[in-house]
């Protein structure tokens, strides 16, 4: 069974500074994607960024960039220029191309975002 | 965008309770999802359908039903609430391709049962 590990249950940033949040995962297939997503206090869930496996390139949004070590199976979050509103937890997720759209999470970080 | 919505953000049941939580997303996608949000557990599939009629279970199942009788509406059911389901619950829809599976969340349902 694929496992997703977020090791960093709280990290803070100060405003304007960088911040990296960590995700491991656990997988034999070598074709899949994986996601960060944000969740704000009290609001909805959306999609921050995505990789797809078979890229070497790593994904960016924005302030948002992601480093994808596929080897290491390692998927790190880069925040940019940390904002108040970037406060929220983050999830990382795992989807194998071959098992439909099930997603796995991982346990998520909470990042506080100091003024 | 995307709409993805949930029937109540904030429910209270007692225990035996039959509890009803509804999902409704408004861009025809085939696949939509139940979980489960608990701190520092993420989020936990409970159940999810691929297609009007059709589901499948998650990784924890035991204790709800699903029911699809429509493309765009997915419906939870407790049969009967314990307390050890007192959780936010996350509905989500995605596109049935293989490719894109992104999936678009609902505000969740902070549900407690008494």
């Known amino acids: 069974a694929q496992t997703v590990t977020q090791s960093q249950p709280e990290m803070s940033v100060q405003e304007a500074e960088t911040v990296t949040l960590s995700c491991t995962y656990d997988t034999s297939e070598s074709d899949y994607y994986l996601f960060w997503y944000k969740q704000p206090p009290s609001r909805q869930m959306i999609l921050v960024i995505r990789?797809?496996?078979?890229?070497?390139q790593n994904a960016t949004e924005n302030r948002f960039s992601v480093n994808f070590q596929k080897a290491a199976k390692s998927f790190s979050l880069k925040i940019s220029d940390s904002q108040l509103g970037d406060a929220a937890m983050y999830f990382c997720?795992?989807?194998?191309?071959?098992?439909?759209?099930?997603?796995?999470f991982g346990g998520g970080t909470r990042l506080m975002v100091k003024p | 965008d995307v709409k993805v919505t949930q029937s109540s953000r904030y429910l209270v049941k007692r225990t035996g309770e039959k509890v009803f939580l509804e999902c409704v997303q408004d861009m025809d996608h085939e696949n939509m999802f139940w979980y489960r949000q608990d701190p520092g557990l993420g989020l936990r599939l409970i159940y999810f359908s691929y297609d009007v009629k059709m589901k499948e279970k998650g990784d924890i199942p035991e204790g709800y039903s699903v029911s699809r009788e429509k493309k765009e509406r997915f419906s939870l059911i407790l049969e009967s609430a314990s307390t050890n389901q007192t959780s936010m619950y996350l509905c989500a829809s995605s596109s049935g391709s293989t490719r894109d599976g992104t999936q678009y969340f609902g505000p969740g349902t902070r549900l407690t049962v008494l």
């Open positions: 997720a795992y989807r194998p191309n071959n098992a439909g759209n099930m997603l796995t």
């Open positions: 990789q797809e496996a078979y890229k070497q």
